[in-house]
């Protein structure tokens, strides 16, 4: 565990110099400069220059020298000035002392309590009923979980909630169709041999029949209005759509190796929770009467048009049930944050959603997030189960496991388990391609980048990681504890051996950072590059040969904890470490 990043206690250096020469000053940014110019970089004096009206260069240099001073722990070996900037360079003392934390904490490095004492809810993955998940779900199962872990290294209290699509419309499209499926003809066994797929087709079939047909979509809102009464036969049709999709649901958890959910609250858990809400919206004089018999809330005067809180045939709407959602998990949980892990699609109802919350007294603008996502699309055009435009997931994770299987046996046909390290290969693979991109732009799904097992991709990351367990393995070596039997003091570092030093010192840096803006390709940015600081550190240093036995014991040091913080950075990402591939 870790209480202070050596950033974070560089940037206090600096706030406590920069307070002692301007009582009062605005704290000023720390960043991480081309490596030529050390490892921090702030632009303090700059900033200072402007309320003292001095030249910023001789501010500088002052700045440095009461840095310099207060660094009490010996962290850095320079703090110079530099056209007005102020840069600090790492003491090897401090690197080594990082070294040896990793080689101490183990699975720990990187982790802090940071947020202990804060839940944090985390809603991902939100998969409809009756419908098999596609290449599509992938952002928001693989973003939401790595945000879940990285939430709970930091010391928050993060809870998982799916929110499935439960509850709606299209549920009374679905029953719609089954229904003029039996009168057709067909066989309730049938279904029952592939149940998510054939009520899938089913849906799908009558959503074409309705492009032509559009009374055929109020059959379906009536059969749905019929739900929400409690029509028994409704009922009970629906709870076999869902036992159904909730089983299918837990094998593609297990599959992409997410963490299990704390809970699964779908939709329809709030139904009894709306009328609560939408008394509270009418007695707080926000619900207005439409035209045509509907509810909604006027946000015209905010850019935001209206909010429809229930249809005019009486039905609800998503947002009548996330009014109940949220308002559940404050009551519930008590939340410091709640986020909605949602592509930006739907931008338009959260901006609608925190909107109403706040006119009717809950403080969503501040303690509610739309972690919004890119979308995804194919190359020929945007992903529609409706319309049938899909590449399944069962599809995508089966592809991607054979073409790992044939890169292993043409490499390594030799290694146990070949079977078993495709699956994780694999995953990896398909993870690593969407959490590798900023959560905000765009994707289009194409099947090579998708499973590329070459550059900055999660198979090179693992195969890193199993390249240093070679390594180790040669010198038979099963962890890292062995390798702690004397701690260097004085070595004249190569440049490569600094380069990785200075990298594993980022570690607590980046995962800090996805806590504080959730964004996992900082993570994946700092993992290639690590992984490419040691492979050009091996292709250059000796290790196992290196006859000075100091040297060497250093060098198996260093190449383990370098393993160790690939290890703890993929586990943050859902990816799995192999030790041999």
């Known amino acids: 565990?870790?209480?202070?990043?050596?950033?974070?206690?560089?940037?206090?250096?600096?706030?406590?110099?920069?307070?002692?020469?301007?009582?009062?000053?605005?704290?000023?940014?720390?960043?991480?400069?081309?490596?030529?110019?050390?490892?921090?970089?702030?632009?303090?004096?700059?900033?200072?220059?402007?309320?003292?009206?001095?030249?910023?260069?001789?501010?500088?240099?002052?700045?440095?020298?009461?840095?310099?001073?207060?660094?009490?722990?010996?962290?850095?070996?320079?703090?110079?000035?530099?056209?007005?900037?102020?840069?600090?360079?790492?003491?090897?003392?401090?690197?080594?002392?990082?070294l040896y934390e990793i080689l101490e904490h183990g699975d720990l490095y990187g982790c802090s309590m940071a947020g202990q004492g804060r839940t944090v809810v985390v809603e991902y993955f939100q998969n409809n009923v009756a419908k098999p998940p596609h290449v599509g779900h992938l952002r928001s199962a693989v973003i939401g979980d790595c945000l879940l872990r990285v939430l709970k290294s930091q010391g928050y209290k993060a809870v998982s909630d799916t929110h499935i699509g439960d509850w709606g419309v299209q549920f009374g499209i679905l029953l719609f169709a089954y229904k003029e499926y039996l009168k057709a003809g067909g066989k309730k066994e049938q279904i029952e041999k592939d149940p998510i797929n054939e009520?899938?087709?089913?849906?799908?079939?009558?959503?074409?029949?309705?492009?032509?047909?559009?009374?055929?979509?109020?059959?379906?809102?009536?059969?749905?209005?019929?739900?929400?009464?409690?029509?028994?036969?409704?009922?009970?049709?629906?709870?076999?759509?869902v036992n159904e999709s909730l089983e299918d649901f837990e094998r593609y958890r297990k599959w992409l190796k997410l963490l299990p959910f704390d809970h699964n609250l779908g939709e329809s858990?709030?139904?009894?929770?709306?009328?609560?809400?939408?008394?509270?919206?009418?007695?707080?004089?926000?619900?207005?009467?439409?035209?045509?018999?509907?509810?909604?809330?006027?946000?015209?005067?905010?850019?935001?048009?209206?909010?429809?809180?229930?249809?005019?045939?009486?039905?609800?709407?998503?947002?009548?049930?996330?009014?109940?959602?949220?308002?559940?998990?404050?009551?519930?949980?008590?939340?410091?944050?709640?986020?909605?892990?949602?592509?930006?699609?739907?931008?338009?109802?959260?901006?609608?959603?925190?909107?109403?919350?706040?006119?009717?007294?809950?403080?969503?603008?501040?303690?509610?997030?739309?972690?919004?996502?890119?979308?995804?699309?194919?190359?020929?055009?945007?992903?529609?189960?409706?319309?049938?435009?899909?590449?399944?997931?069962?599809?995508?994770?089966?592809?991607?496991?054979?073409?790992?299987?044939?890169?292993?046996?043409?490499?390594?046909?030799?290694?146990?388990?070949?079977?078993?390290?495709?699956?994780?290969v694999a995953v990896a693979a398909i993870k690593y391609f969407d959490l590798s991109h900023n959560r905000k732009t765009e994707i289009v799904f194409a099947w090579d980048k998708a499973l590329s097992f070459e550059g900055n991709t999660g198979p090179y990351l693992q195969y890193t990681h199993a390249r240093i367990y070679g390594i180790l393995r040669k010198f038979q070596i099963s962890n890292s504890k062995s390798q702690i039997n004397s701690k260097i003091q004085n070595i004249n570092f190569k440049a490569e051996e600094l380069l990785v030093l200075r990298k594993l010192v980022q570690y607590p840096e980046?995962?800090?950072?996805?806590?504080?803006?959730?964004?996992?390709?900082?993570?994946?940015?700092?993992?290639?590059?690590?992984?490419?600081?040691?492979?050009?550190?091996?292709?250059?240093?000796?290790?196992?040969?290196?006859?000075?036995?100091?040297?060497?014991?250093?060098?198996?040091q260093l190449i383990t904890a370098t393993a160790q913080v690939i290890q703890n950075g993929l586990y943050l990402l859902g990816i799995e470490a192999p030790e041999e591939m």
């Open 1 to 98: 565990m870790q209480s202070e990043t050596i950033k974070n206690y560089f940037a206090n250096l600096v706030q406590q110099a920069v307070l002692e020469m301007a009582p009062g000053a605005a704290a000023a940014s720390v960043t991480v400069p081309e490596a030529a110019f050390g490892d921090y970089a702030t632009n303090a004096a700059m900033l200072l220059a402007k309320q003292l009206k001095k030249n910023p260069k001789d501010l500088a240099v002052e700045l440095a020298e009461k840095i310099k001073a207060l660094d009490s722990k010996g962290a850095f070996s320079e703090v110079v000035a530099a056209s007005g900037f102020v840069n600090a360079k790492i003491s090897q003392q401090r690197l080594l002392a990082n």
């Open 199 to 241: 009520l899938n087709k089913l849906y799908v079939e009558m959503s074409s029949k309705i492009e032509a047909d559009e009374t055929l979509r109020e059959k379906g809102k009536e059969e749905f209005v019929k739900l929400e009464k409690g029509d028994a036969e409704n009922r009970q049709l629906w709870q076999w759509f």
């Open 269 to 424: 858990f709030y139904e009894d929770k709306m009328p609560a809400v939408m008394q509270e919206l009418r007695a707080k004089g926000l619900a207005v009467r439409g035209e045509t018999g509907e509810e909604y809330v006027d946000l015209e005067s905010y850019g935001l048009g209206r909010c429809i809180i229930v249809k005019s045939d009486g039905g609800t709407t998503y947002h009548t049930r996330d009014f109940a959602c949220y308002i559940y998990r404050r009551k519930e949980f008590n939340f410091y944050k709640n986020l909605y892990v949602v592509d930006n699609r739907q931008s338009h109802h959260f901006r609608q959603l925190f909107k109403v919350l706040e006119l009717a007294g809950y403080p969503a603008g501040a303690d509610s997030r739309h972690v919004d996502l890119g979308f995804m699309s194919l190359p020929e055009g945007a992903i529609s189960t409706r319309k049938g435009t899909t590449i399944s997931l069962k599809n995508l994770l089966e592809e991607a496991q054979a073409r790992a299987l044939r890169i292993i046996e043409e490499k390594n046909p030799q290694l146990q388990s070949k079977d078993a390290v495709a699956a994780q």
């Open 510 to 556: 980046a995962v800090s950072q996805v806590a504080e803006d959730y964004l996992p390709n900082a993570l994946c940015n700092y993992l290639f590059e690590l992984s490419q600081a040691f492979n050009s550190f091996y292709q250059e240093m000796p290790v196992l040969q290196e006859p000075d036995e100091q040297l060497k014991s250093f060098r198996l």
